[in-house]
């Protein structure tokens, strides 16, 4: 079957080019490179590879998969072997969540060129396809699965094992019912149209229907005032359901003649509610909505941990690629651990274990490249300095010289502030976080006596070119007269001295931390931390401590409240534990419920804790700042996490679970049993408001499970709350199997019919995955009849 998007694909010679295929070289690592034969198939869409042309191929990856295309010199690897491969005949494939990259080697520029350039254009158009083409798209991918010999149309038999790969169980008799029908051509085979008419027929929605049909009159169609009363009394759309319908009705309404008479068709409302604006996480939160005029330690703020390694923390990878995948999902605070390196150049790496060695200036200049490409909000660069005074005068001239003027290294104004700057003042800003050889006022201070100094040496310049003018011409000697003034005035005045050390050292011996390095730490000066009580009466606002998660606990039960007090005036650090060395994570919620704005994670490790993380920040326009609640940020609050007290507005949460849509297995390519889904309700908040409760499993359905169960949830703090809904596989004889999950804050979440669209282990999308849900939620804590 050729491609259900056939007719609106991009094609250029780029793209019929790779469709005849190229024999290229694939690259793992200095030791691994091997030809193979690449082919983008038919369809556009897919790419498939052989060990050699004619040879048997299988599928390599999906043009959805990509997220973009690299010049060859863009390669950690690629640029490792530039004595044995010329970067411009390389290329490096991203995909989208942690799969490793996939480097190639063609063997021409002109190659390499046709590749890249066709996979782009065909990486834009996918990122630009509309609700419908994304369908086509998966329907095409599916198709080609299933069409066993590749022949482009399929038998009844090839139809049941595409039937069991898509996770449908159903009577053949049933099935070969629904074949016939959709057989238009009598061919006793399926092709385009006739495989869409098959699938519509399998995706009837019934529960969409009788929900349709509750608001319509006839059956039909939703009128403007039918529609209107669906969006104010069940998407608790209120004053704005009137305005909303008519866009919506635009938007989604297939039928010109609807959009004209202002009605929505069955069709209409269904591609409605599987939208944005259906989805149960609200389109007003996915822009940058919050104030970011706040100071930024009223800001949770999206913070990596040994950003550098992409696998464990003892004999894991470093690789500049770390920081690019931070950076570009959103990440703010990016750790540097900077050693000395061999000639003179220092060196990123875990100390003191096996993990692998990365140039500071290359990660330097990869930060400057990618650190605004996501967020135009600060940058904080964690400084873990082990250098040599030598080699912290080479960090500091790179961090000036490859970052210019991205990096803050004085105020903002060349004054001295009263409290921390915002995320709004910072914009574009990169800040060195690190140890400080003195206060941010002797700094001003030194500032300004130099300035002084400067303009009396100036003066006495000038006078000296006044005495030297008396000089003769032919003999240039001074007179006796002038030669004593001048010598009075070298007397007066004192050397200058060398840039970036103090002034008027107290010490001859050189301090541990090169002065150079200790100026660019402005705002970020790390201080060890005592007790709040001593960073009450001897800390300032622009010092900061870190954590260990083992401390941050303990502190936070011992002190709860003074915690909260703390993080409303200064910033505070927590990383995980060095027993972590799998490169696990903790739950970042505890230090959240505590208003601790850095809370760093191992981000190369996908699972639970890092889809709470992602769901927080997935709100404000992913830009990697979320304010904090208010009474996280009132300097006098009484809130403790541990125990907390009213006036906070608890909630009932009523979230009645319908239905599944095309859930996926976890391994899409076996044709083993079908998956038996049920779904949980996760609340992670404060520690009483931490709960979950699930449906009971659906056997053999992962196509279109039905379950209609209704699930109530107590919530005191909602304003802490994120709710995370998964689908698992239910296994009797072992643990449930993952499927699929989506995690949101309580404060993006839509009330009324919504659906839930999928992600996988690794963050990326399971479209069109999803399950259909109604949400309502009460003031106060009702008591609710099951």
């Known amino acids: 079957m050729a491609s259900l998007l056939q007719g609106r694909l991009p094609v250029n010679d780029d793209v019929l080019q790779m469709q005849k295929g190229t024999l290229m070289r694939k690259v793992r690592s200095k030791s691994w490179k091997k030809l193979r034969y690449f082919r983008l198939q038919e369809d556009g869409m897919t790419v498939w590879h052989a060990r050699q042309a004619g040879g048997r191929a299988k599928a390599s990856f999906s043009i959805s998969d990509v997220e973009t295309v690299r010049k060859g010199h863009e390669s950690e690897l690629l640029r490792s072997l530039a004595e044995e491969f010329p970067l411009e005949q390389g290329f490096t494939i991203v995909f989208h969540g942690r799969r490793a990259n996939l480097d190639l080697v063609a063997n021409s520029v002109e190659e390499a060129q046709i590749w890249m350039q066709g996979l782009q254009l065909l990486v834009d158009f996918v990122t630009s396809m509309d609700q419908q083409e994304r369908l086509d798209q998966w329907l095409s991918d599916w198709f080609q699965r299933g069409d066993k010999n590749q022949d482009g149309r399929m038998s009844f038999p090839e139809v049941q094992r595409l039937l069991h790969l898509m996770n449908v169980e159903m009577e053949p008799e049933y099935a070969f019912q629904l074949f016939q029908a959709a057989d238009a051509s009598q061919s006793d085979t399926l092709e385009g149209e006739e495989f869409i008419e098959f699938y519509k027929a399998l995706t009837k929605r019934v529960e969409v229907h009788e929900l349709f049909e509750n608001f319509s009159a006839d059956g039909q169609k939703l009128t403007l005032l039918e529609f209107v009363d669906f969006l104010r009394e069940e998407q608790k759309e209120g004053d704005r359901a009137s305005d909303l319908a008519l866009e919506l009705i635009d938007r989604y309404e297939p039928s010109d003649s609807g959009k004209l008479r202002h009605v929505l068709s069955m069709d209409g409302f269904l591609s409605y509610l599987c939208s944005k ?445 994120l709710l995370r809904f998964v689908v698992m596989d239910y296994n009797w004889k072992s643990r449930n199997d993952f499927v699929g999950q989506y995690t949101l804050p309580w404060t993006c979440m839509q009330q009324g019919y919504r659906h839930i669209h999928l992600l996988s282990k690794d963050g990326t999308s399971l479209h069109p995955a999803s399950i259909f849900v109604h949400i309502c939620t009460l003031e106060g804590l009702k008591e609710v009849e099951s």
């Open 277 to 721: 604006d259906g989805d149960v996480f609200s389109p007003a939160c996915l822009p940058v909505y919050q104030d970011m005029t706040h100071p930024l330690s009223h800001y949770y703020i999206s913070s990596s941990h040994n950003t550098y390694l992409v696998g464990d923390q003892l004999c894991g990878q470093s690789s500049v690629e770390g920081y690019i995948r931070a950076l570009k999902r959103g990440c703010r605070c990016v750790e540097v651990d900077v050693w000395d390196g061999p000639s003179g150049e220092p060196v990123v790496y875990h100390g003191h274990t096996l993990t692998s060695r990365i140039l500071f200036k290359e990660v330097v200049a990869t930060i400057a490249q990618y650190a605004f490409q996501t967020s135009d909000y600060p940058v904080i660069l964690s400084l873990e300095n082990h250098c040599s005074w030598e080699q912290q005068e080479i960090v500091a001239q790179h961090l000036t010289e490859i970052l210019g003027e991205q990096l803050l290294s004085t105020t903002l104004d060349g004054l001295l502030p009263t409290q921390l700057p915002s995320p709004e003042e910072l914009r574009k800003k990169i800040l060195v976080k690190g140890k400080k050889l003195q206060t941010l006022e002797e700094d001003l201070e030194k500032d300004e006596e130099e300035e002084e100094l400067e303009t009396e040496l100036e003066g006495e310049q000038e006078a000296e070119l006044e005495l030297e003018s008396q000089f003769e011409p032919d003999t240039q000697e001074l007179s006796p007269r002038s030669k004593d003034k001048k010598e009075k005035i070298m007397v007066q005045a004192p050397p200058l001295p060398k840039p970036g050390f103090p002034l008027f050292p107290t010490q001859k011996s050189k301090p541990m931390l090169c002065p150079s390095l200790s100026a660019l730490v402005v705002y970020t000066k790390t201080v060890p931390f005592h007790s709040f009580a001593h960073s009450r009466e001897h800390y300032r606002f622009y010092e900061l401590s870190s954590f260990s998660e083992t401390k941050a606990k303990g502190l936070i039960k011992e002190a709860g409240n003074e915690f909260v007090q703390h993080n409303t005036w200064q910033l505070s650090r927590v990383y995980p534990s060095g027993l972590r060395t799998d490169s696990s994570n903790y739950n970042p919620q505890e230090f959240w419920n505590a208003g601790c704005q850095m809370v760093a994670m191992n981000v190369q490790t996908a699972g639970l804790e890092m889809d709470i993380y992602d769901g927080l920040f997935r709100q404000n326009g992913a830009c990697g700042y979320v304010l904090k609640p208010d009474f996280l940020r009132d300097i006098q609050s009484s809130f403790h996490p541990e125990r907390p007290i009213s006036p906070f507005k608890a909630q009932t949460l009523l979230i009645q679970v319908i239905s599944g849509q095309q859930l996926p297995k976890e391994d899409k390519t076996k044709e083993g049993s079908i998956v038996d889904p049920l779904v949980r309700v996760e609340i992670f908040g404060i520690r009483p408001d931490t709960t979950r409760q699930e449906t009971s499993h659906v056997e053999n359905n992962g196509f279109n499970p039905y379950w209609g169960q209704t699930l109530c949830f107590r919530v005191l703090v909602p304003e802490l709350a």
